[in-house]
């Protein structure tokens, strides 16, 4: 079964498109994160939800805007893509209540804008 | 602000090499200390952890002692594999507050038979 799975795998598409991605865990956890990685393999937090609520909003673009309709869930919604959008976008998760739980990461999702 | 410093790849080593992998940190408090590997086309899986100081992780032959006085976390294996070729990520996660990951910059490790 998988833990943390994301849809699409590969999403290619044209500048100024609204594109979504999916993310979904099995794990019976209470957060969920965001993470970019870009071409030099940099990952960086976008966004954290904790039992649907937003707790960490890094500064990301307003064209970038998640959704947790549920705990299971964090969806990331982007518009007017640009070009400096491309890159690979991990979904992760973990329990709560402590900085020392691992976190288990989706395969990631990556976009490619033309 | 908090941050990890990762040595810079690429590392090529041959088979059976020793690997160290350095990792420095700059944090209050007592963060957790991680090593994640990320193999070609895959995500991040996590390798090791330490919570604590002078707590030491292990995992499939790798090690990394957390090291207060050095604020150093690094990576070592005495005898690297060519399935070990991957890209390595030290990260950290604060004592309090949210507990995303901060990562270094990654170390892409190549083994040659």
């Known amino acids: 079964d998988t833990a943390v799975s994301q849809t699409p795998k590969y999403l290619v598409t044209q500048m100024g498109n609204d594109k979504s991605i999916k993310c979904e865990q099995n794990l019976g956890h209470d957060t969920m994160y965001w993470y970019k990685q870009d071409s030099k393999k940099f990952l960086k937090i976008m966004f954290s939800y904790n039992n649907k609520e937003l707790i960490i909003n890094e500064t990301v673009p307003n064209r970038f805007s998640p959704k947790s309709p549920d705990k299971a869930h964090l969806n990331l919604h982007i518009n007017s893509l640009e070009l400096g959008d491309s890159a690979v976008y991990f979904c992760?998760?973990?329990?709560?209540?402590?900085?020392?739980?691992?976190?288990?990461f989706g395969p990631g999702t990556r976009l490619t804008v033309l | 602000g908090d941050s990890v410093t990762q040595m810079e790849g690429p590392v090529t080593l041959s088979e059976e090499a020793f690997l160290t992998i350095n990792c420095t940190y700059t944090a209050t408090g007592y963060p957790s200390l991680f090593w994640y590997v990320q193999y070609p086309g895959e995500g991040l899986q996590l390798l090791l952890k330490a919570t604590k100081a002078d707590d030491k992780g292990s995992n499939k032959g790798f090690e990394a002692t957390y090291r207060k006085e050095t604020t150093s976390f690094h990576l070592e294996k005495g005898s690297v594999q060519v399935s070990d070729s991957a890209v390595y990520f030290c990260a950290l996660s604060r004592q309090t507050g949210a507990n995303n990951l901060f990562f270094g910059t990654g170390t892409r490790l190549t083994v040659i038979p």
């Open positions: 992760a998760s973990s329990p709560s209540g402590g900085p020392y739980h691992e976190q288990f």
